[in-house]
């Protein structure tokens, strides 16, 4: 089977040629505007949510979109609507369990509990609804970007912006609240405001993002590239820059290699994801343990040197 | 004897000598318990004062009090002439604690940075702007110098020991260049030689900026050497002058309205013995 694909779509040496094919049809020139701008915001936000060490709410809101897109199906609301309703009641309860827990680590028992609840009322809702619906589901969990239509584009397109812009206006105060909230505080930085704020632009970005990727493998764009992106650099500017070059390039290649194999495109996206974050994490450990042995007695001597 | 220091230095003063920060019969309510009342206190630049006493006494609430995060319920306290208010560039703050996971992976200069800049909204354009991003990264590198940091300022912090990590979140205070460093414990969970050097980076940095110095510490000790003053607080009260004056049998028992005894070892050191002692010692549970 994979032969007689070969025949109709296959890679060339002509890159034109290659990107000239991939865009040949109108739902793939969907597919690729949509899954770029999903990617560029998740890198940004994925970014904070790994730094805030909040991987797990945020893994935890977008399930909960599940129940928020089964639901929205049974009542007749557009998806996006449904699942960004649901990602701000996710929002509220993650917040206030932390303001509650009076730290800024997560109540993950608290967390997780709130999110099986969201997936049984998810089930619930898929039972209640049309046999058509039911066999959509598996959209809502792995994705469907192949099927994006022009009216999910200008959605993209619209929060894509609104995204972009409030993130980067916010950038530098989210960043200070998120390593050390208590001096942000004293430099009148509004901590809460901000900490809500980034969940309720993390729950509009899962909205949106769900069609690409499915609530399942959103993780693999927003929490894969900005881990290892952490990981090569300790500058936050530059790390935010490769987090989103991470995610554009999983997608993109992604995209083109679930277009010419009868696999799916979220399967790529987060392998080549998960593949990256192995080799990039296997070679550290590598690195740390063999050539870089000088960096131990470098540390001993600036320590004593520090100190005195 | 605090009073008379107090009244000589506000009489004798003209505006150019006019005390950075002037805490005036100052109150503070927590949760419906007075934590101390009546505070009286001129600050003048330069200066280098400890805040000392038992846990829970209310060091950390002095300190908030004048950076403004703590409302007064009595008295007002004047901030280079202006009262105490949130987010003042004039004052750069440690807060208790700190020390980054092993995990956080973000350079020393970039936290350094946010102190200058980390509040403001929008992002920076360096290619528009390269005068003011060169003049950003220099006042970043003079603060990192003066806490001397140079050396591992480009590590992960999560890397670094607790003494180096203390010396980069000062250095995050001074970038401002304040004329007030207000420090909560910096000198807790270091080691003895650590608390030293970081005690005499920072008498050395209020000596060369001009900076008064404010530092919560649970032993005086370590810093003995290096200051001019102490806030005594115990028991809501508070008493204010050198070591020497505050630090004594008489005015210890007083505060602490029990007697203790003060001794002095033969190299300097100072032990507090009795009531006090037990408090001071105590992390927890301190009867009223």
């Known amino acids: 089977m994979l032969i007689a694909l070969a025949d109709t779509v296959s890679f060339s040496w002509d890159v034109f040629a290659d990107i000239q094919m991939l865009l040949h049809y109108h739902f793939m020139q969907n597919a690729y505007l949509a899954a770029t701008l999903v990617a560029l915001?998740?890198?940004?936000?994925?970014?904070?949510?790994?730094?805030?060490?909040?991987?797990?709410?945020?893994?935890?809101?977008?399930?909960?979109?599940?129940?928020?897109?089964?639901?929205?199906?049974?009542f007749?609301?557009?998806?996006?609507?449904?699942?960004?309703?649901?990602?701000?009641?996710?929002?509220?309860?993650?917040?206030?369990?932390?303001?509650?827990?009076?730290?800024?680590?997560?109540?993950?028992?608290?967390?997780?509990?709130?999110?099986?609840?969201?997936?049984a009322l998810g089930f619930l809702f898929i039972h209640l609804s049309t046999q058509e619906y039911a066999a959509n589901v598996y959209?809502?969990?792995?994705?469907?970007?192949?099927?994006?239509?022009?009216?999910?584009?200008?959605?993209?397109?619209?929060?894509?912006?609104?995204?972009?812009?409030?993130?980067?206006?916010?950038?530098?105060?989210?960043?200070?609240?998120?390593?050390?909230?208590?001096?942000?505080?004293?430099?009148?930085?509004?901590?809460?405001?901000?900490?809500?704020?980034?969940?309720?632009?993390?729950?509009?970005?899962?909205?949106?993002?769900?069609?690409?990727?499915?609530?399942?493998?959103?993780?693999?764009?927003?929490?894969?590239?900005?881990?290892?992106?952490?990981?090569?650099?300790?500058?936050?500017?530059?790390?935010?820059?490769?987090?989103?070059?991470?995610?554009?390039?999983?997608?993109?290649?992604?995209?083109?290699v679930g277009y010419v194999t009868p696999y799916p495109v979220g399967f790529f996206i987060t392998t080549f994801a998960f593949a990256t974050y192995v080799l990039v994490r296997g070679g550290q450990f590598v690195w740390e343990r063999t050539i870089n042995r000088g960096g131990t007695i470098h540390r001993a001597r600036t320590a004593m040197g520090g100190s005195v | 004897m605090h009073e008379s220091s107090f009244s000589s230095l506000s009489t004798a003063t003209p505006a150019t000598l006019a005390p950075v920060i002037q805490v005036e019969d100052a109150a503070v309510d927590l949760a419906g318990r007075t934590?101390?009342?009546?505070?009286?206190?001129?600050?003048?630049?330069?200066?280098?004062?400890?805040?000392?006493?038992?846990?829970?006494?209310?060091?950390?609430?002095?300190?908030?009090?004048?950076?403004?995060?703590?409302?007064?319920?009595?008295?007002?306290?004047?901030?280079?002439?202006?009262?105490?208010?949130?987010?003042?560039?004039?004052?750069?703050?440690?807060?208790?604690?700190?020390?980054?996971?092993?995990?956080?992976?973000?350079?020393?200069?970039?936290?350094?940075?946010l102190g200058l800049d980390g509040g403001n909204w929008g992002l920076p354009l360096p290619f528009l702007q390269p005068r003011k991003a060169r003049e950003a990264s220099m006042r970043v590198q003079e603060a990192i110098d003066l806490v001397g940091a140079t050396a591992y300022a480009d590590r992960p912090i999560g890397e670094l020991s607790g003494g180096e990590q203390q010396r980069l979140l000062i250095a995050q205070a001074l970038v401002t260049r304040p004329r007030i460093l207000a420090l909560d414990?910096?000198?807790?969970?270091?080691?003895?030689?650590?608390?030293?050097?970081?005690?005499?980076?920072?008498?050395?940095?209020?000596?060369?900026?001009?900076?008064?110095?404010?530092?919560?510490?649970?032993?005086?000790?370590?810093?003995?050497?290096?200051?001019?003053?102490?806030?005594?607080?115990?028991?809501?009260?508070?008493?204010?002058?050198?070591?020497?004056?505050?630090?004594?049998?008489?005015?210890?028992?007083?505060?602490?309205?029990?007697?203790?005894?003060?001794l002095r070892a033969s190299d300097g050191r100072i032990v507090v013995v009795g009531q006090a002692e037990e408090e001071v010692d105590s992390h927890a549970h301190r009867p009223r």
């Open chain 1, 76 to 119: 007749g609301i557009t998806p996006v609507v449904g699942l960004f309703l649901a990602g701000l009641l996710a929002a509220v309860g993650i917040q206030s369990l932390n303001l509650a827990a009076r730290q800024n680590r997560q109540s993950d028992i608290a967390v997780g509990a709130v999110f099986t609840a969201s997936l």
């Open chain 2, 185 to 262: 414990e910096p000198l807790d969970s270091l080691d003895l030689r650590n608390q030293q050097g970081v005690a005499g980076v920072i008498r050395q940095i209020s000596r060369e900026t001009g900076a008064a110095v404010l530092l919560v510490a649970h032993d005086v000790n370590p810093i003995l050497a290096a200051v001019d003053r102490v806030v005594y607080i115990a028991h809501g009260q508070v008493a204010v002058g050198t070591p020497q004056e505050v630090i004594t049998t008489e005015t210890l028992s007083r505060l602490y309205n029990t007697p203790v005894e003060v």
């Open chain 1, 139 to 256: 959209n809502v969990l792995f994705g469907n970007v192949l099927g994006i239509s022009d009216a999910d584009v200008r959605v993209i397109v619209w929060s894509t912006l609104l995204l972009m812009a409030v993130l980067l206006f916010i950038a530098r105060p989210l960043l200070f609240a998120s390593i050390d909230p208590d001096v942000a505080a004293a430099h009148g930085v509004p901590v809460r405001v901000l900490s809500f704020g980034y969940l309720v632009l993390l729950a509009l970005e899962v909205a949106v993002a769900v069609q690409v990727v499915g609530v399942l493998l959103i993780f693999a764009l927003l929490v894969t590239p900005a881990a290892i992106a952490q990981y090569v650099t300790t500058r936050p500017a530059v790390s935010v820059l490769l987090a989103v070059a991470l995610a554009l390039l999983f997608t993109w290649v992604g995209l083109a």
């Open chain 1, 41 to 74: 915001v998740a890198g940004v936000i994925g970014y904070f949510m790994v730094l805030r060490d909040q991987s797990f709410a945020g893994h935890s809101l977008a399930n909960v979109g599940f129940a928020g897109a089964t639901g929205a199906a049974l």
């Open chain 2, 35 to 113: 934590i101390w009342r009546e505070v009286r206190l001129a600050v003048q630049a330069g200066e280098f004062l400890a805040i000392l006493g038992p846990n829970g006494a209310g060091k950390s609430t002095l300190l908030k009090a004048i950076l403004g995060l703590i409302p007064l319920s009595a008295g007002k306290i004047i901030v280079l002439g202006q009262p105490a208010r949130r987010g003042n560039a004039a004052i750069g703050y440690v807060p208790q604690r700190r020390h980054f996971e092993s995990d956080v992976h973000i350079g020393g200069r970039s936290i350094v940075r």
